[in-house]
């Protein structure tokens, strides 16, 4: 005999009075559906579940009383108890007016011959409650965590953008676990060379010892120390600065390496360059500095104009190419040019605005190699006035093919192909007149013109007297 069947032997003499009693005190929620999913009675054996107005769920159907979402879960308990399928419990929700759905798990069973299903609920609120607070804190552990990579975002940022050389020191070791770029370039290592590196050693051998001294004496002391030393592989003098700070369980080293006052020339020095800073700044031609492929650095107010940007962030992040006349043409052949001869003078193109202006501009640029950071520098001056007050002045022509190749990358290819052609037709003229002794009846019947075109063109190219001629 099986344990269900002796179940069914101990439980057999139950009057329905005792079985309904035993439902409701086993169940928080227990339901009596007929064969049409009709609730027929209802008991809530646990008053603190409070779901509202469940006195009045007899005669409504058991997929009315439930959210939208957990209809289909009814209907598949309903039909799973009445093919007597195995008994799978189903997580049903339960609107309520006091905000948020009451859970609760459902079985159904199926009882009598008429189809009538007992379902029998467990209230999931605990664990519903459970859940929660365990959403929450993993949302409080990622907040916290984002907060944290926030911070040693901004101490790295920090960190880098420092112009005070600063290292991190292990007080186990002594070496270097970490160095900012100002660090890198005065003990002139590189970076991943450095990192790793007794920290000793980057001082010469008669400033070690004071150095590791005062190193040791960090961790009893307690204290911020300084000690001078001298760089090794050089005659840089300069003060050590050492903090200590614990991080985990470790303990670390905030080293700073100060340099002494710069001398009254090198003052001096940094003074002029600021002058000429500021004077750049308030030149009324453009000024722009970009890096090797064109992206701006840096620019200055008559930039800001020309270009109608209110401030120069705007300008961070872009490429000169963005503001000049022909795109993807003009920039391209001033860098090339400026790569081959390191200078290029009078560039001639126009300028758009950041809302649709132009300018006539000429540009004049430079490259600097020579830097840590290669650069380039643009002169760009607004010459639309000057154009503007002579609208009949031209160019003067080429005389030569030469003079002609030398207006690649300065002029539009149309314009040259243009001025190619006025060049040919003026030595044209010039020959058929030498050919003809000046005589213009015969010089335009050489060249199948009209004597009243021919006329036009020498007035045009400046040819001779433009007077009637014809002998």
């Keep these: 005999m099986t344990e269900l069947q002796a179940l069914e032997r101990s439980l057999a003499g139950l009057s329905p009075e005792a079985t309904a009693s035993l439902i409701a005190a086993t169940a928080d929620v227990a339901l009596v559906v007929d064969g049409r999913g009709v609730i027929r009675d209802v008991s809530v054996g646990n008053e603190e579940l409070a779901i509202d107005g469940y006195r009045k769920w007899v005669g409504r159907t058991w997929a009315d009383v439930v959210t939208v979402e957990s209809r289909p879960k009814v209907a598949e308990l309903l039909s799973d108890a009445s093919k007597k399928r195995a008994q799978r419990?189903?997580?049903?929700?339960?609107?309520?007016?006091?905000?948020?759905?009451?859970?609760?798990?459902?079985?159904?069973?199926?009882?009598?011959?008429?189809?009538?299903?007992?379902?029998?609920?467990?209230?999931?609120?605990?664990?519903?409650?459970?859940?929660?607070?365990?959403?929450?804190?993993?949302?409080?552990?990622?907040?916290?965590?984002?907060?944290?990579?926030?911070?040693?975002?901004?101490?790295?940022?920090l960190f880098r953008l420092g112009v005070e050389p600063v290292l991190i020191v292990d007080a186990q070791t002594q070496r270097v676990i970490d160095a900012n770029p100002a660090a890198v370039r005065l003990i002139g290592e590189?970076?991943?060379?450095?990192?790793?590196?007794?920290?000793?050693?980057?001082?010469?051998?008669?400033?070690?010892?004071?150095?590791?001294?005062?190193?040791?004496?960090?961790p009893s002391a307690g204290k911020g120390e300084e000690v001078d030393a001298k760089l090794a592989g050089g005659q840089c003098e300069l003060?050590?600065?050492?903090?200590?700070?614990?991080?985990?369980?470790?303990?670390?080293?905030?080293?700073?390496?100060?340099?002494?006052?710069?001398?009254?020339?090198?003052?001096?020095?940094?003074?002029?360059?600021?002058?000429?800073?500021?004077?750049?700044?308030?030149?009324?031609?453009?000024?722009?500095?970009?890096?090797?492929?064109?992206?701006?650095?840096?620019?200055?107010?008559?930039?800001?104009?020309?270009?109608?940007?209110?401030?120069a962030a705007q300008l961070r992040g872009e490429s000169l190419d963005r503001w000049l006349g022909r795109t993807g043409v003009d920039l391209s052949v001033l860098i090339a040019n400026l790569r081959?001869?390191?200078?290029?003078?009078?560039?001639?193109?126009t300028l758009r605005g950041q809302y649709g202006a132009t300018t006539q501009v000429e540009i004049s640029a430079t490259h600097v190699p020579h830097d840590e950071h290669?650069?380039?520098?643009?002169?760009?001056?607004?010459?639309?006035?000057?154009l503007g007050s002579a609208p009949e002045a031209r160019r003067?022509?080429?005389?030569?093919?030469?003079?002609?190749?030398?207006?690649?990358?300065?002029?539009?290819?149309?314009?040259?192909?243009?001025?190619?052609?006025?060049?040919?037709?003026?030595?044209?003229?010039?020959?058929?007149?030498?050919?003809?002794?000046?005589?213009?009846?015969?010089?335009?019947?050489?060249?199948?013109?009209?004597?009243?075109?021919?006329y036009v063109k020498l007035r045009r190219y400046g040819i001779g007297d433009t007077g009637d001629n014809d002998a």
């Design 89 to 157: 419990w189903r997580h049903v929700n339960h609107p309520s007016a006091q905000g948020g759905d009451v859970p609760v798990l459902y079985s159904a069973i199926q009882v009598g011959n008429e189809g009538s299903v007992i379902a029998i609920g467990r209230d999931m609120r605990p664990v519903a409650a459970l859940q929660q607070r365990l959403v929450d804190a993993q949302q409080s552990i990622e907040r916290d965590y984002m907060q944290l990579r926030h911070l040693e975002t901004r101490y790295r940022l």
């Design 374 to 386: 290669p650069c380039l520098g643009f002169t760009i001056r607004d010459v639309g006035r000057r």
């Design 239 to 311: 003060t050590v600065h050492a903090s200590l700070f614990r991080q985990d369980a470790s303990t670390l080293f905030l080293v700073r390496l100060s340099t002494p006052q710069a001398s009254p020339e090198a003052q001096e020095a940094n003074a002029e360059r600021s002058m000429l800073l500021r004077a750049l700044e308030s030149v009324p031609d453009g000024f722009v500095v970009t890096d090797i492929e064109g992206g701006i650095l840096s620019a200055n107010t008559a930039f800001l104009e020309m270009a109608q940007l209110a401030t």
């Design 190 to 218: 590189s970076g991943k060379r450095l990192v790793g590196r007794s920290f000793t050693e980057c001082f010469t051998v008669r400033s070690r010892p004071a150095v590791a001294a005062m190193l040791a004496r960090m």
């Design 396 to 454: 003067e022509l080429p005389r030569s093919v030469g003079d002609l190749a030398k207006l690649v990358g300065r002029v539009p290819m149309k314009d040259i192909v243009g001025e190619t052609t006025d060049l040919i037709e003026k030595m044209c003229i010039e020959s058929a007149l030498e050919l003809t002794r000046d005589n213009r009846a015969s010089a335009a019947e050489m060249l199948g013109l009209s004597r009243q075109s021919l």
């Design 340 to 349: 081959q001869q390191g200078s290029v003078r009078l560039f001639a193109t």
